[in-house]
C-alpha cells in the first residue's frame, strides 16, 4: 500500500488540498497585467498554491528563491538560465549579441543544461535589466511569461539598492506576470505597503491562511479509510494536535499511517504515539533551537506553548514575570521572524510538536 500523505515537497493531486477560492483568486489576478504579493507563514502552501494555479493556466513559468542567491549577478545568471529551458536557443541568441554585459554559457555535461554566469564584479544594474527585458521580449500575449519570487523579502539581503533596480525595470513590463511570495509578513509588508518603498503598490496582496478544517478533515478520513475502521475519529485527533497546519498535518498524518500499516502501536493510541515519534525524532534539533533563545523569548515560549492566555494581556505578563509590553512586543516580532510564532486569529507557535516537546520538558 502506498502511503497517501505527502510533506516536505511542493505538492499536486492528489495531495493538494482544497483551497479552491484560493486559486480562482490568484488566476483572476494574473490573467489580467496584475501582480501579486502571497504572504502566509513558512510550510503553509504558498507554492503549491502558486503552482497549481499557474499549472491550470497553462503558462510558462520561472521560479526563483531569493534565499538560494548569492547577488544580483546571481539573480540575473539564474534567471537567463530558466530561460534558456523554455524559448528556443535560436531566438535566444539573436538577443544576447545585443546584451551589454555578454554572459558566459557553458554546457553542463551532467544535466545536459546551459549554466550561466557573468564576469566578477561587473556591474549588476545592466546585467538584471538586460535580462529581465529579455524575458519580457520573449514572452507572448498567448503565453505569457509568470515569474515567481519566492521569498521575496531577502531582496535587500543580496543588495540594498536591488529593490530600486527592480522597480525601475519591471514597471515598464507588459508582458510578464510577477509574483512575490514572502514567509516574514512585517518584511514583505514593509515592501509593498510602506509609502517610502519602491515596490509600494506595485502588486496586490493577498493572504494566505490554513486550510479549511471541514475539508482538511475529509481528505485525512479518505486517506485513513483503509487502514484503521474509525478513520473520522483518527482525522479529528490529527486535526486537534496540529490545527489545520497543512505541513504539520500532513507529517503527522503520514506517521499515523505508517505506524497503522506497520503494526506499530495500539489502534486506539495511533495518533498520540505518532506524536512522540516526532518529537523524539526531532529531540536534538528542538535542544539546539531552544538553547538559541534568550530569557524573554523563552517566557513567551513556555506561555504560548502552556497557558490559554495569549501575550500582550495583562494575565499572560503576571503569569510569566514580563514587566513591559514593548519587551514581549519585540520578542513576539523576533520569534514571528524566525518562524517560530505565527498569527492567524491568535498567537501560536508554528511548529505544534515543537510545543509539545516544550510542554513535556517543562513538567518533567
Known amino acids: ?23 480562482e483568486k490568484v488566476t483572476s489576478f494574473l490573467s489580467g497585467e496584475n501582480h501579486l504579493v502571497l504572504i502566509s507563514p513558512r510550510r503553509m502552501g504558498k507554492s503549491s498554491l502558486i503552482h497549481k494555479a499557474v499549472s491550470s493556466l497553462g503558462r510558462p513559468v520561472i521560479a526563483l528563491d531569493m534565499q ?7 539573480l540575473a545568471a539564474q534567471m537567463l538560465r530558466r530561460i534558456y ?26 544535466t545536459g543544461s546551459i549554466d550561466v554566469s557573468f564576469m566578477p564584479g561587473v556591474s549588476s544594474l545592466p546585467i538584471l535589466e538586460d535580462v529581465l527585458n529579455l524575458a519580457e521580449k520573449m514572452s507572448t500575449e498567448n503565453k505569457k511569461l509568470i515569474i515567481v519570487f519566492d521569498e521575496f523579502q531577502e531582496a535587500r539581503r543580496l543588495d540594498e539598492n536591488l529593490l530600486s533596480q527592480l522597480r525601475a525595470i519591471m514597471q515598464h513590463h507588459k508582458m510578464i506576470n510577477y509574483v512575490f511570495l514572502g ?3 512585517s518584511l514583505i ?35 485513513f479509510a483503509g487502514i484503521h475502521d474509525e478513520p473520522g475519529r483518527i482525522a479529528g485527533e490529527v486535526l486537534e494536535v ?68 495569549q501575550p500582550l494581556t495583562a ?3 503576571r503569569i510569566w514575570d514580563l514587566n513591559a509590553s514593548s519587551t514581549v512586543f519585540s520578542s513576539l516580532k523576533r520569534l514571528m521572524t524566525g518562524g517560530y510564532v ?18 513535556e520538558r517543562r513538567e518533567r
Open 68 to 74: 538560494l542567491m548569492t547577488g544580483p549577478a546571481d
Open 85 to 110: 529551458r523554455i524559448y528556443p536557443q535560436t531566438r535566444l541568441k539573436q538577443h544576447l549579441k545585443r546584451f551589454r554585459i555578454i554572459p558566459q554559457l557553458s554546457l553542463n555535461p551532467t
Open 242 to 309: 496540529t490545527r489545520g497546519h497543512p505541513y504539520y498535518t500532513q507529517q503527522l498524518a503520514f506517521t499515523v499511517w505508517e505506524m497503522a500499516v506497520s503494526g506499530r502501536g495500539q489502534s486506539n493510541k495511533y495518533v498520540e504515539d505518532a506524536v512522540r515519534e516526532l518529537i523524539r525524532m526531532h529531540d536534538m534539533d528542538y535542544e539546539r533551537i531552544w538553547m538559541s533563545f534568550n530569557g524573554t523569548d523563552r517566557k513567551v515560549l513556555l506561555g504560548l506553548s502552556i497557558s490559554e492566555q
Open 315 to 317: 494575565e499572560f505578563m
Open 183 to 185: 514567509s516574514q509578513e
Open 1 to 23: 500500500m502506498k502511503n497517501p500523505f505527502k510533506f516536505g515537497t511542493v505538492v499536486d493531486d492528489p495531495f493538494f488540498i482544497d483551497r479552491k477560492k484560493e486559486i
Open 342 to 359: 505565527i498569527r492567524t486569529d491568535k498567537y501560536e507557535l508554528d511548529d505544534p510538536f515543537f510545543s509539545r516537546w516544550i510542554k
Open 189 to 223: 509588508r514593509d515592501v509593498f505597503q510602506r509609502q517610502k518603498s519602491p515596490f509600494y503598490h506595485f502588486a496586490m496582496v493577498m493572504y494566505l491562511r490554513k486550510i479549511d478544517i471541514g475539508e482538511f478533515s475529509q481528505y485525512l478520513e479518505t486517506g
